[in-house]
């Protein structure tokens, strides 16, 4: 059973305090904020009454949002390391409250911009040289003058914001802090409580039956429940099926892309070329199906890595390995990482309550901290890696960029973190010097690739065939949700869904799926990556450089520029079909490795 939160050693645990010493710090910056946002709301029209008006309004509106992102990062992560205590429920929950007061406050903003005509905007522009830090800013506001309500209208929606969030919220709860999964056993024999933190390492169990019992278990409480998570899923799509309508996009997809400026045919594509090469994923499923001596291969089967080799990692070695990996990236870069692992940005261990997963997160004014639930696994050793790409993306960002432009956009958000598990899967073959550990590493490989491209795609045709049917009418409810999802799974998997009933709930525990078109990203962002890897061990010096340039360009340009400057056209299907080119190579050495060992 998983350790209370007092139990974990501190050196496991992030320190928090970096962004309030104290809960009475965080309660007094609450108090203040609270009171200059009620005083900011005299602001409101008077938007455009000059350029020293417009700059000031601005300013006062980004130092707010500054200070709100970094009350809420304190107030969500303390909630996140134990989920059950009330007293950090409280302040996620004032967290979102003053998120949706600022909105209502500035809710003017945008209405009141789009008035400016270019002749006022230049003018401004010549008579405040301080505004030009904004441009990019105000042009990109300028883009979405279309889909901008009415003050009145745009107040009204902000004040819904945590209307709009309670189905997210509710699934959050519910499946963190209340669901209980039934008693199993591990591989030993011995009795252990089943949670989100433990079901991935014993589904990649050696042993068949420790698989198939924790598969049925966790799945038998999904279906126990999916009726209610139905009614949480149908009402989150329904708020952005809702928001896109009032804004008038044509679709919630187009209204979720747009805010990255990113064109639905890049989503389009990313199916497009995933279902093509479908073939790929079903050769790699029956090549695990003879490697197993399965006949009847279920998908509880398709998780569990088929070396014979140990490959496992202590979380102090995969420190080590991490550092030793990413120095390829220069000094400056490898002296980020070690801060990072040695300053407390982890919460490392798992714990009862605590949020499943893992993450980077924070905000401009704090460390870029990481939740992780670790445990002694090669994938464990991917994750760390992964997240501190996040990590190091956002410490570049920060402190390169002014506020403003301080963040980067979703969109790029997985490539930074993927491309360095492209590049630990590249050094990690350049050293092995052993057929068994090459197969191991290339089976990790295949089965992230597979997780992160084929299944992330998988989630997005999901994710849009449920929005497409909530517009044209249709009710999301658990049976519409379980077959819809049973066939997408056949048809990626090759696998028949009258042979893995269970797998029809699995829609039921995906949070990605209240996020609001972000999956596809995780794809998109591992092809991507994986270019980028290919340039940062094999390429120049320059590509190094154009690659720490992306780090640091957060907002500053739009995003298919900032990545297409790193050497990745997006917009081009090149990106994809040389991802599935290096699938494609892996497995045909695994293939031959396979035979090589006589292992099918």
């Given at each position: 059973m998983a350790k209370q939160r007092n139990e974990i050693e501190e050196k496991y645990t992030w320190?928090?305090?970096?962004?309030?010493?104290?809960?009475e710090a965080f309660e007094m910056e609450l108090a203040q904020v609270s009171k200059e946002l009620k005083e900011a709301s005299h602001l409101a029209g008077h938007l455009l009454d000059s350029a020293d008006s417009l700059l000031k309004t601005t300013a006062i509106q980004m130092d707010l949002m500054r200070r709100i992102e970094k009350l809420y990062s304190y107030a969500h992560m303390k909630n996140d390391q134990d989920t059950r205590v009330a007293k950090y429920q409280e302040y996620q929950a004032k967290g979102m409250a003053i998120y949706s007061e600022f909105g209502q406050v500035f809710a003017f903003y945008e209405p009141e911009f789009m008035a400016i005509t270019d002749e006022q905007y230049q003018a401004f522009l010549a008579e405040k040289p301080e505004l030009q830090v904004y441009q990019h800013f105000f042009d990109k506001l300028l883009q979405k003058k279309p889909h901008i309500l009415s003050q009145r209208e745009e107040e009204l929606l902000a004040g819904a914001g945590e209307i709009f969030s309670a189905a997210g919220d509710t699934f959050g709860i519910l499946d963190n802090a209340d669901i209980v999964f039934p008693i199993v056993h591990d591989e030993e024999g011995n009795e252990v409580q089943l949670t989100h933190g433990n079901y991935i390492s014993l589904v990649e169990a050696k042993n068949r039956t420790v698989r198939k019992e924790a598969y049925e278990a966790l799945y038998s409480v999904y279906e126990q429940y999916q009726h209610t998570y139905a009614k949480t899923l149908q009402t989150n799509v329904k708020v952005h099926n809702y928001n896109a309508k009032v804004r008038k996009f044509s679709s919630a997809r187009e209204a979720a892309l747009s805010a990255n400026f990113i064109p639905e045919s890049v989503y389009e594509s990313l199916v497009s070329a995933v279902n093509k090469h479908l073939p790929l994923l079903h050769r790699y499923v029956q090549l695990r199906a003879k490697i197993l001596g399965i006949s009847d291969l279920k998908m509880y089967d398709v998780y569990t890595p088929l070396s014979e080799v140990d490959y496992k990692f202590t979380y102090e070695a995969a420190l080590t390995k991490a550092e030793e990996v990413l120095a390829?990236?220069?000094?400056?870069?490898?002296?980020?990482?070690?801060?990072?692992?040695?300053?407390?940005?982890?919460?490392?261990?798992?714990?009862?309550?605590?949020?499943?997963?893992?993450?980077?997160?924070?905000?401009?004014?704090?460390?870029?901290?990481?939740?992780?639930?670790w445990q002694d696994t090669l994938d464990n050793l991917f994750t760390l890696v992964h997240e501190t790409g996040h990590s190091m993306h956002s410490s570049y960002t920060r402190e390169t960029q002014p506020y403003v432009y301080g963040d980067y956009s979703i969109f790029l958000a997985e490539i930074a973190s993927t491309t360095n598990e492209n590049i630990l899967t590249e050094k990690l073959l350049e050293e092995v010097d052993d057929d068994q550990t090459r197969f191991a590493i290339l089976n990790h490989f295949l089965d992230g690739f597979r997780g992160t491209v084929f299944?992330?795609?998988?989630?997005?045709?999901?994710?849009?065939a449920i929005h497409k049917a909530d517009q044209e009418g249709q009710v999301l409810t658990s049976e519409f949700l379980n077959d819809l999802y049973a066939d997408l799974n056949e048809k990626y998997y090759g696998l028949t869904k009258e042979d893995n009933p269970q797998i029809q709930y699995e829609w039921a525990r995906i949070p990605h799926f209240y996020y609001d078109y972000y999956v596809f990203q995780y794809a998109t962002g591992f092809s991507a990556a994986s270019a980028l890897a290919d340039k940062i061990v094999n390429g120049t010096q320059e590509d190094k450089e154009k690659y720490l340039h992306y780090l640091k360009a957060g907002n500053s340009d739009y995003p298919l520029n900032v990545i297409k400057k790193a050497g990745v056209d997006m917009e081009k299907e090149d990106y994809l079909n040389a991802a599935f080119a290096v699938f494609e190579r892996r497995l045909d050495e695994f293939e031959a490795l396979v035979e090589k060992l006589g292992l099918a």
């Open positions: 320190n928090l305090t970096t962004i309030f010493p104290t809960d390829i990236l220069g000094d400056d870069y490898l002296n980020r990482v070690k801060k990072a692992f040695s300053e407390r940005w982890i919460d490392v261990c798992e714990n009862q309550g605590k949020r499943s997963g893992a993450y980077s997160g924070g905000s401009y004014d704090t460390n870029a901290f990481m939740l992780l639930n299944r992330q795609t998988q989630f997005a045709e999901f994710e849009h």
